[in-house]
DNA sequence: ATAATATTGTGGAAATAATCACAAACTCGC
DNA sequence: GCGAGTTTGTGATTATTTCCACAATATTAT
């Protein structure tokens, strides 16, 4: 394996391993294949070697994967073998959700902060959390290295993005439906649920109603 | 244009213009091009103009295309010109967030029906519905025809997603952070903050702490 | 009218991604 | 220790996707 660029896609598919080995793992299942894993996540097997083989080589012939040293490697591929800190800005229900899931801490990722520009909620406590104020985002550098999720309605998205980005924060999950333009360094992930309807309808025959 | 089956790709790239269409027509604007819309989602204009031509001629050479005319070719295309009925499965966090979110209707959905399997919930009121038991799924074919969003615990969700391929659901939002196994004829689409997280992590140059 | 400018739709080229297929290497049972 | 059965990693092939470039057509300015 040389150094060289991994494309997107293949990462793009690293976390769905991921997770998949660590259902295994929670199952108590301490070796996988690439046949295995991959009618688990709907892959092809040659597609998973060769994914892998973007990294190293991980597995052994005759025998596949050991899941637990197998998701260590996976982890460190994606960074994600220590916890980073995330932001969660717009405390409306899909923030105050965010902030009451428990499903981020074992995947690498913890809430530290929680903003919204609603005066009522400035101040209060969600959960753990104690609301900020959004106006001080761009106030000392809060957010510099972390990761947002975007709760914030649609007309506010675009707005609130240019002072993340100023503020030195290279990766935004969006929840608002909207587009967010940012610089190239900076990634973005977009999480829109009519998006995902909408993609299942196209294929749908029969109308209901 | 023949008749010939359209690359999934493709398929998923709809919503994403779609959306921004819808955008611009809140903003009063009744004409874009390829450019200009490529611009506003980050895709070539030499893409969107591949992908538009394969369900048809809708612009115009020298003034690119009409926004209402546009958005009602897209809508007709993934068959969101009608509202579909949508159920969803889990009155947890997520559960209630998507019943109290408001921009369903107008995207080409509405939730019709909501979900869960705890005694104390079910029969209570949540906003505008009444939560029914998710044993009663199996009887009568309420979902026949629906989509569902999938908010369980994942360690409920192939479970629950197995008696909605028996009751005739195509089309499954999936929140629950695993892979579901379903026959070909069934869609899926996955939100799952944490791969959204782990795919950007993987680009990140700076540990925080 | 004419020239300058803008934009589409598309054939074909280039780039990228997925799949195939197989040598090499490991396990297991006897 | 040997043969049958597995499974990896990968070079080569095939398939898919993206991009380029341009003729055709429309708009605008003068």
Redesign the interface.
Known sequence: MVDRVVPDVI??R???Y???LQ?MQMQAVTTTSSQDLGS???ISAAQIRKDLSQFGEFGKQGTGYNVEALIAHLEK????E?V???AVIGMG??G???T??G??LN???RITDCFDNDPAKIGSQAGQYIIKDVADIGKGDCLR???V?LCVP?AAAQKIANKLVECGV??I?NYA???L?VPADV?V?Y???????????????????
């Not at 591929?77 to 994600?80: A, M």
């Not at 995902?196 to 209901?208: D, F, P, S, V």
């Open positions: 990462v793009s690293l976390p769905v991921l997770r998949a259902f688990k996540v709907n591929i994606l960074q994600v220590k980073w800190d995330v229900d899909m105050h959700a965010l009451r899931y499903g981020f995947r690498g990722f290295g972390k990761m999720m649609a290279k990766a999950l439906p909207v587009h333009s990634r992930q999480i829109d649920p009519v998006i995902g309807l909408q993609r299942m309808a196209y294929y749908l025959h029969e109308k209901n109603e």
